[in-house]
């Protein structure tokens, strides 16, 4: 990446040749393990005008790449690069380059200089050369390039510090001469000579640098370049360890000294002097040190502090050097997220030489705070001001000279913090805030989330003792979970073990499984959950309060604002902003129909539900309220993803107008939101199912299992089909409501069938047979029909079929008679049949039973050696399913157009078709489509004659059918298997 990009695999170079590749492969390679969505890729490999056919053409590239490149991996709505980091060249950089600051900034100075240098060595040329993307150079390439002349200059100074300017003087003449503007370099330039004996020479260049800045810009050396000349001119080379005006020297020189700070944690501050100016504010009292000495405010370290190196590491590289402009961060997150923590474990590491000062915030007015922050600077009690502006100054002019660290903790909001920030030239500023306090002008925020189960787990073991927790592996990652991460919950729960060395960690663990006492159990002396939520809850105004315990009705971990409002009874986005900025709520982003997403920590949750339950009830009658408009939006999506479902009664019929050619792809992309927005909901809405059958609302909670059915079944997600359709169930036997009980019945056989397992399919639909109404019965008996044909019972099920025809037809139920006519095609093998079916899906605006027949009618043809009809219908079909979205759809169309390329006598597309229907069968758990998609590609190879790979992949798919019970795959795998084995001279 870093010059043009190349491929190796040790000698071998890999480098794809199209443009195209090479652009995608970049837009991957630079964020490794990061997904992408599809219409990013595009955007990124063919810029603002990509052509009609980018999507199905960017999985070709893909696809491609995939035999170039290990660890594409597909993911939803897009693709991502499971790659390590340090194997980019890019990324190798950046590490390195963190890896040289960082020895640097704890006086390592050879160290830092050998890992800078390193840094450097990795590029060959100009970021990106040769990849024609205009998105991705102006995301990536301008401020790698910045940060490369930035590292040379870093390099060129701790050489410098070492004494070695005599070999980098001729290095930074070419660099000027590239980069004439640059003063730094000028600088380093004339330091370089002046160390290497040449002071003369260093004079020269800062008069060819002031000439250069004169006539370019109109403008006069700047302080960096007059203060090297000034250097320059006092005589003598500077010694190695010198300051010169770098950070690193300086860092190098206080290295050396008895007084600078060498702990394994410090973090030494790079330039900082060891002098205390006087006291006295410019223009103001008289306020000189009454002989306190500098003030190190800073509560005590915790002496169990776990992890949290990303925001350690955050707060180092952001500490400015002496004499620049001050630097104020924000540390915002949940309550009980450990913000005070870190932020007084960085404090007591760093070395400020004016002083540290700390203030806990709360509630208190700024006046009353600037009291206390001037009476630590050594203000007499009586020269502080009374007037608020007064006492704004007052601090401003005494810490104007002052190197300070000033700690502002649990901050309300921005008029709270503003009068409180100090303005002396390297002064840093860390509050901590619920809120990421966003108007705060010119701040730094970083959003401390929960631990991670790992983190957690060593968190716990700091405070219980390492030995308990390796006794108890199981039962502290269950107390880890319990926590959800929270470092005060798990800080409370360490300590209650360890108060209790008789109590066993799983003890401990079974008590916090009962959410109702889950609060009441992380409490310990004057730490509590429920106290630290407390305070958040009481500071929200009325209508927050509402919004936030009528919340605590949903278990969901996150929601949509339609969700909030529909709870509320009234718009929420706003109170949902306010939430969030309070830190209740987590804004999560926009999730994949588009809309806001927020999320909460489960102890939130469980506050929410407790304050509703004491303050309106129970959560039932919040439920109640938010019922219709779940089950509403569901049906709309369901609707769309299946129109004029069979037994229903509703069939539509395309009018003339939506019959004109332009409307199939307005119809496509409304389904595809529909297959969109149920994905982003499905989370929630498989826990509303739980949520309204706990709370007695049986009727909606096994409608809305209904209703979700078809997306579980399109996008396998097997375990929440099943997990709904049972509390359905649960719930419908509950209210003895027979219709409901079989609708899930044939939900549940379904869910059998796509698994496999035929026998229980049946039975589920026997069971249902009794309980439905008449105009379901067709419809379950058409289900059964397919259970027989999947047995290899082809005349039960063409019994079955024709039987369900004759009642659709009956009742004039079209979407039923296609279903009917499709199936009975399929086993008699019949055209005439199935395209009356396809008919039928179009006059019916259905795209998905249009896609479906179509890939029946190509595999018909295939059967019939007429590869050209099948192309053409094989194409269609995969075209509809991609442009709805449908992956597994789409993949078992992939196989029957590598069927088609086979019949062709072209196995190479064969095989790309195979190997990309087998990588969304194998994402998605089908087996089956798996072990159909190996067969083809077994196929592939053995005309390639690339034996060994046919026998691997055959040998799978022999192993997925038996595993399957699918006979007929079996028998078609075993002869391939034969055939591989004759040309390979084994037997498999």
Known sequence: MLGPLRVLAGERDLTPGPAKHRALLAALLLRPGRPLTVDRLIAEVWGDEPPASAEPVLRVYVSALRKVVDGIRTVPGGYLLDVDPDQVDAHRFERLVTTGRRARDAGRIAEAADDLRAALALWRGPVLAGIDSAELRRAHAVRLEELRLTVLEE???????????????????????????????WGLLMLALNQAGRRSEALTAYQEARRLLVDELGLEPGAELREAHARVLAGGAPSPN???????????????????????????????????DGWSAPGGPDVSNDGRGVPNETPPDVADFTGRERVLDWIRRSVPPAGTAPVHLVLHGPAGAGKSAVAIHAATALDFPDGRLYASLGARTPGAVLEDLLRSLGCPRGAVPADLAERVRLYRSVVSGRRLLVVLDDAADEAQVRPLLPTGPGCLTVVTSRSPLSGLEAARAFELDVFDADESVALLARVVGEARVRAEQQAAA???????????????????????????????????????????ELSAGDLAVRSSLALGYRALSDRERLLLRRLGALSAPDFAPWAASAVLGAPADRLLEALAEAGLLQARGLDAAGQERYGWHDLTRLYAAERLALEEGPSAQVLAAAVQEALDRTRRARALLLPAEPGSGQTQVRTAEQAVGGEAALETTQLRESARWLGAERGFLVATVADFQRNGLDESAWRLAFYLTPFFE????????????????????????????????????????????????????????????????????????????????????????VACLAAFSAVADRRGRADALRALGGVRRAEELLLRSLDIYRELGDPRGEAAVSLDLAGLYLDRRRPSEARTRAERGLGL???????????????????????????????????????????????????????????????????????????????????????????????????AARRRGLRI
């Open 155 to 185: 390099r060129v100074e701790l050489d410098l510090a070492l004494g070695r300017g005599a070999e980098v003087a001729g290095e930074l003449r070419a660099f000027v001469a590239a980069h004439p503007l640059r003063e730094r370099a």
């Open 478 to 520: 269950r107390i880890a979970a319990l926590c959800g991460g929270l470092p005060l919950a798990l800080r409370i729960a360490g300590s209650r073990l360890a108060r209790r060395p008789s109590w066993t960690l799983e003890h401990l663990a079974g008590r916090l499984e009962d959410e109702h006492g889950r609060l009441d």
């Open 714 to 801: 399109l996008g396998a997600h097997r375990e929440d089909w099943r997990a709904t359709v049972e509390i359905g169930l649960r719930a419908a036997r509950r209210m003895g409501h027979r219709h409901g009980e079989a609708l899930l019945l044939r939900s549940l056989a379904d869910l059998h069938r796509t698994e496999g397992r035929l026998p229980e399919a049946a039975d589920a639909l026997q069971r249902a047979l009794p309980l439905v109404e008449a105009g379901e019965l067709a419809r379950t008996r058409h289900r059964l029909g397919l259970v027989h044909l999947a047995q290899g019972r082809a005349a039960e099920a063409e019994a079955c079929f």
């Open 242 to 276: 010198r300051p010169t005006m770098s950070n690193a020297a300086n860092a190098a020189n206080a290295a050396n000294t008895p007084n600078a700070l060498n702990t394994p944690n410090a973090l030494n501050v790079p330039g900082a002097e060891n002098t205390l």
């Open 881 to 979: 399913a991609r442009r709805l979205g449908d992956r597994l759809p789409e993949a078992g169309g992939l196989v029957v157009l590598a069927r088609v390329s086979m019949a062709e006598g072209r196995p190479d597309a064969a095989r790309v078709s195979a190997e990309e229907a087998l990588g969304t069968f194998r994402e998605y758990g089908d087996r089956g489509g798996a072990a159909r998609a190996l067969l083809v590609l077994a196929g592939a190879f053995l005309d390639l004659d690339e034996v060994d790979e046919a026998v691997h992949a055959v040998t799978r798919a022999v192993g997925e059918f038996a595993a399957l019970g699918d006979t007929q795959g079996l028998a078609a795998a075993q002869g391939l298997a034969d055939e």
